[in-house]
């Protein structure tokens, strides 16, 4: 009974040890991210399934990940211990100013890399909230118009195949369950565009559309390497070997690695 005890304390202790690791850095670490991410709302599903997927990932790779679920404790100080940020599912609106404006800095002068998901593009007035302007242009000008709120399947059309995200991918990935945004315009002619939704492969059809809809692009206009990854909503996502791909794909490549 006695060496079982033992057992497990020392199993708890070390598991403890890698979480403590995974936060704190060691030696080996490649370098160090912050997951900004939210923890309540419809969302839920898919933060539960990629913080998991996450903290596997940087396990594995000798990662050090800190996971926030707000903004107030972002300044230009705290960015500075960080060589990637992950918006993981967490809108553009609600920022403290501080943080807002360390932000920018970060992204502007190239201070470290940035991945947004899903719901980084909820751009407009929401929740007594203003537009951020900056964030509009940052994301090539868009504003949020409409989503599909009951879900479709749809193909992805990987359109440049040589950028680092897109490496290993097949041409074209299905995902089962998205809402699809659109937006008042296509990103397009500001930004670089990685990947589009076909449309004409929605299931079930959908008179939501925007014609061109790029759903994965990059600002090369900014110092820091950034990426968007529309899709974001389902935790089956973390279990579509091209997806998975794509996000560790993206997390390098924006860390610099």
Request: aromatic fraction near 14%; glycine fraction near 8%.
């Amino acid at each position: 009974m006695r060496t079982v005890l033992i057992s497990v304390m020392l199993s708890c202790f070390f598991s403890g040890s890698l979480d403590l690791l995974a936060s704190q850095g060691s030696d080996d670490t490649q370098f160090k991210a912050l997951v900004l991410y939210e923890n309540s709302g419809h969302h839920r599903e898919y933060t539960d399934a990629a913080v998991p997927w996450l903290k596997q990932l940087a396990a594995d790779n000798s990662l050090a990940m800190d996971f926030i679920t707000s903004t107030d404790t972002i300044d230009e100080a705290f960015l500075a211990n960080y060589q990637l940020l992950i918006q993981l599912d967490y809108p553009p609106y609600g920022w403290k100013e501080e943080a807002a404006a360390a932000f920018v800095g970060y992204i502007e002068e190239g201070r470290g890399g940035w991945i947004g998901f899903h719901h980084a593009t909820l751009l407009g007035e929401f929740d007594g909230y203003p537009m951020w302007d900056w964030f509009s242009d940052f994301m090539g000008g868009i504003r949020y118009q409409n989503y599909i709120a009951t879900f479709a399947e749809a193909d992805v059309w990987v359109e440049t195949k040589e950028h680092p995200v897109m490496k290993g991918l097949p041409g074209r990935f299905r995902v089962k369950k998205e809402e699809w945004y659109t937006y008042n315009q296509s990103p397009r002619p500001n930004v670089k565009v990685l990947a589009s939704v076909d449309e004409a492969t929605y299931t079930p059809d959908s008179e939501i559309k925007m014609g061109d809809h790029p759903v994965v692009w990059t600002n090369e206009k900014m110092k820091a390497r950034n990426v968007y990854i529309f899709m974001g909503h389902s935790p089956l996502l973390l279990d579509n070997d091209a997806y998975t791909t794509m996000f560790r794909n993206a997390i390098f490549w924006a860390a610099g690695k």
